[in-house]
């Protein structure tokens, strides 16, 4: 097992390839009929050709889907609710169920509410971060149908980008004045993030690398938008005890 899937897999028992972990947690739960369907019969060094190759795909494709260990191991929950041993593509199901749109707007309809009053409570932050890309004063007021083409689009995007975790709700930051535009507010936002303390937070142990990505990226591209620079700046805040 080479070291980039070691890092996408890792398990406490460091002698033990990932893999090998892999497959005899599903060979525990289903016995032979796991093996049997990919067994070759050809024999090489005490090895099955077949099911040799089916390990290296299987890693392959765990590489190339980014899974964790946490996935993984929600694909061997999944697993036992069912009766055949799963294929590759219904293990990463398991593993990354996919999101039903319909189901996550509704959702974000409901936590955009219950966050005004900080309860929200969300089963995955890509729905989240796609309510925000569609702004919360809409989500809010727009009817399902007018809402739903512009969520579905916005999921598509956060999900095939790296995902954040969902901020702690914070008040509201002054928008903008009318004579000034969105870019320079940004830019401005930018400048108050970069005078703050990063290195402080960082000794104090606050989980705030995902708000250091944000400020890297509104400097590479210039583009991020208002309100993640505001999150950011809020999470430095309170992670160095600085009143926002």
Sequence with gaps: MNANLESSIHISNASV???????GQLHGMFGNKFLDGWRSGHVIDGKDTGIENMKAIWADRIRANGLRLSDVRKGIEGAERLRWPPTWGEFIELCKPSICVDAALYEAIQQMQARQKGKDRWSN????WAAVAVGEYDVMR????????RFEIALRKVLASEVLPVPERFPTLVAPGASESSREFGRRRLDELLAMPLIDARSKGANIDWARRIIEREMETGTVPRHKLDIAKEAILKATGQPA
């Design 17 to 23: 390839d990932p893999i090998n972990w892999l497959f």
């Design 125 to 128: 932050p890509a729905i989240y």
């Design 142 to 149: 727009l009817t399902f149908s007018q809402l739903k083409p």
